[in-house]
């Protein structure tokens, strides 16, 4: 038969053509952070020196006891003692310190991104030529040219690559760096994409101020830096010319949701100023409208896809990468959705290991689901279950979210 000359057949077979036809899934992962580090019980002394604030007792003795319950053993930065102390106008309010801390962090992001992509590309197995797409997302900055031209040059990626730059989405900076890969890969057959999320919270650095801004104290509290890179294709698995298997999915990103919750957008405010982020705000209601808010979020989410058998073991039933915001967002998760202990441990571990990289934690959690599912030591918490979700909130209040489905499980 004939093909159709009909506009409207020409149109869709040639759309057809373009699109991939599995759904996207995440083939490798790879994360980084700076040698810099600084154990958090030692953290408020180091703070309150750097800052040249030790005078002020109260928000000293307040910081210590948010650092003692924060779930956080140790963070890495790239800023150091002597890198602020050639910098006062960083601790300085009244002084624009945009430029010096921009210059600082922007480097340290790039760098960042390149480890942790060159970790994921090495995993992957094929070379860096081969992207195609490039998805960075990074609240250190935001400069033209920026992360993406900078990322692909220490990669020597190819010059065709098609560069995606997000700024400023706050913690969900790495949900929305892999909804946007997810949806390039879906729409263009053969596309592998790298999409990496890169941290460095020089910018958001800031002295203690008074009591009416314990947000500041919590913020530096909790904050690190760190990057996290996945490729993301949706074809199927690539082979090389001997017929070796060189890519396989580890997770397939099953579909994406984003909600922000109506009357919440003075809950997390990121405002780059003079001072760099310093002036950002993060409200003491966000555990409370997280607890409020996750499970409706949730069933919205979940309940068009119709998953088989999934109710069955309600929330427990799932497996779960949740950006650890802080010690009191990953309770507020567990308490709505009644998670059976140990459910958010991989989110726990890494809160511990590196507080919170804004965006970049969530790749770092899904690389510790990774680990723990490969384990064969013992049972790893979460293993028996094939579908998960990933979840982390950003300005707005927003809630992203994406459904998983562990790569090698096809019951249940
Ligand atoms: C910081 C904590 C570990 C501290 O835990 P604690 O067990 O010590 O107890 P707590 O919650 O009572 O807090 C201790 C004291 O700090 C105060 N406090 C806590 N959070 C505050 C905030 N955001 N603003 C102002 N004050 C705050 C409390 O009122 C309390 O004061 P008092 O002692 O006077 O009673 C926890 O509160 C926590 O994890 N909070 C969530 C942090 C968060 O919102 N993360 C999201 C980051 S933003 C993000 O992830 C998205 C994005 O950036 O886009």
Redo the contacts with the bound molecule.
């Keep these: 038969m004939a093909a159709s000359s009909r506009p409207a057949d020409v149109l869709f077979e040639i759309h057809e053509r373009q699109r991939a036809d599995g759904s996207a899934a995440i083939l490798a992962i790879g994360t980084a952070y700076p040698t810099n580090c600084i154990q958090q019980d030692e953290f408020t002394d180091w703070y309150f020196r750097v800052t040249k604030s030790e005078h002020l007792t109260k928000l000293k003795s307040?910081m210590k006891?948010?650092c003692d319950?924060?779930?956080i053993q140790k963070r890495h930065f790239h800023h150091t003692e002597e890198m602020i102390g050639v910098h006062p106008e960083i601790i300085d309010r009244g002084a624009p310190s945009l430029g010096a801390r921009q210059a600082i962090s922007a480097v340290a992001a790039h760098n960042l991104a390149a480890d942790a992509a060159s970790r994921a590309i090495s995993a992957w197995g094929r070379p860096a030529a081969d992207i195609t797409h490039l998805v960075v997302s990074t609240n250190a900055g935001a400069q033209e040219p920026g992360a993406d031209i900078r990322l692909a040059e220490l990669l020597g990626l190819r010059p065709a690559v098609r560069r995606t730059l997000l700024y400023l989405h706050?913690?969900?900076a790495g949900l929305a760096a892999l909804r946007v890969a997810k949806d390039i890969a879906e729409s263009n057959r053969g596309a592998r994409v790298l999409a990496a999320c890169t941290q460095a919270h020089l910018l958001l650095f800031s002295p203690p101020d008074d009591d009416a801004h314990?947000?500041i104290l919590?913020t530096m509290?909790?904050f690190g830096d760190g990057a996290g890179a996945v490729i993301v294709g949706a074809d199927d698995t690539d082979a090389d010319p001997a017929g070796t298997v060189v890519e396989r999915p580890v997770f397939h990103m099953v579909s994406v949701s984003q909600t922000t919750l109506p009357g919440t957008e003075q809950a997390?405010v990121i405002n780059l100023t003079e001072s760099g982020l310093a002036d950002s705000r993060?409200?003491?209601e966000?555990?409370a409208l997280v607890r409020g808010s996750v499970e409706r979020c949730l069933t919205d989410t979940l309940a068009p896809l119709g998953l088989p058998n999934v109710g069955d073991g309600g929330w427990n039933g799932l497996f779960w990468a949740l950006?650890p915001?802080?010690?009191?967002?990953l309770d507020s998760y567990e308490g709505a959705l009644g998670l059976e202990a140990g459910k958010l441990a991989a989110s726990r571990q890494v809160l511990s290991e590196y507080g919170?990289m804004?965006g970049a934690t969530v790749i770092f959690v899904l690389d510790e689901i990774r680990r723990r599912r490969q384990d064969e030591s013992g049972k790893q918490e979460g293993k028996d279950c094939h579908w998960g979700v990933m979840s982390a909130?950003?300005?707005g209040l927003t809630i992203e979210t994406i459904v998983l489905h562990a790569n090698g499980c096809h019951e249940n």
Excluded: T, Y
Excluded at 325 to 329: D, E, P, Y
């Design positions: 307040k006891k948010i319950n924060s779930g706050g913690c969900s314990i947000d919590v509290a909790i997390v993060l409200s003491v966000v555990p950006h915001g802080g010690r009191a967002i919170n804004s909130l950003g300005p």
